[in-house]
């Protein structure tokens, strides 16, 4: 494998599937499979009042040829047709519905073209049964053609980017520092700290006066 792409991605195969859907009324515009003969003996447009539901499935898939070069290859994997359908069975979605799920899903060998019909099974039971109420199927019936194209292309997967794993920092104490219990440090911390200064009561009555006379005299006065 070569770096770069090993670098860029990884190489896969995509598979996807895409819908084509067509109506013929042969008594108004003939069908282009009967003015090339038809397949399987299908020369005839159906009778009146009936339906013909042919379902196909085309393959396309990368081939490596010469020189690594990548050709398609396309071949038709599965024809399946439901001939001579009522139309009154098929006006509904429902029914339409049913008949792909007993007699068409079946016949489809490969899972992934089974799950391109299922995917598509909304689009073709819709088509299916407008065909089948439509007026014009009265003078010459309808042909609904089913045409599923499954392929397989390489693709290159991109690869997400790696994750940046951040460490987070531990911030270290240093070596000097000790861990004393909560009682030691509150201890240390008020020895260490001077006792505040207590200031005297401001408004008090005799403070800063000297003390009486009667105290200084010891009971003696001038009168």
């Known amino acids: 494998m070569d770096h770069r792409l090993r670098a860029a991605g990884v190489p896969a195969v995509r598979l996807d599937s895409r819908l084509h859907l067509a109506t013929f009324f042969p008594s108004s515009s003939p069908s282009p499979s009967g003015r090339r003969g038809g397949r399987h003996g299908s020369t005839e447009p159906p009778p009146a009042l009936t339906a013909?539901?042919?379902?196909?499935?085309?393959?396309?898939?990368?081939?490596?040829?010469?020189?690594?070069?990548?050709?398609?290859?396309?071949?038709?994997?599965?024809?399946?047709?439901?001939?001579?359908?009522?139309?009154?069975?098929?006006?509904?979605?429902?029914?339409?519905?049913?008949?792909?799920?007993?007699?068409?899903?079946?016949?489809?060998?490969?899972?992934?073209?089974?799950?391109?019909?299922?995917?598509?099974?909304?689009?073709i039971c819709a088509r299916v049964a407008a065909a089948c109420a439509d007026a014009r199927i009265a003078h010459g019936g309808a042909h609904v053609l089913v045409l599923i194209d499954t392929f397989a292309r390489p693709v290159v997967l991109r690869l997400p980017p790696p994750c940046k794993t951040t460490t987070q920092g531990v911030v270290r104490a240093p070596k000097s520092f000790a861990v004393r219990p909560a009682g030691t440090c509150m201890d240390m911390d008020s020895k260490s700290s001077p006792p505040a200064k207590k200031s005297k009561p401001i408004g008090v009555i005799g403070d800063g006066r000297p003390k009486p006379t009667e105290e200084r005299s010891k009971g003696w006065v001038p009168w």
Do not use: N, Y
């Not at 990548?70 to 139309?87: G, H, M, T, W, Y």
């Not at 429902?94 to 099974?121: G, N």
């Open 52 to 123: 013909d539901v042919r379902v196909v499935i085309q393959r396309h898939f990368p081939v490596v040829g010469p020189c690594g070069t990548r050709i398609v290859a396309k071949k038709v994997a599965e024809d399946i047709v439901l001939r001579r359908r009522p139309s009154r069975k098929l006006r509904g979605t429902e029914d339409v519905e049913q008949a792909l799920a007993e007699e068409v899903l079946p016949r489809v060998a490969h899972p992934f073209d089974r799950r391109a019909v299922v995917a598509s099974r909304k689009e």
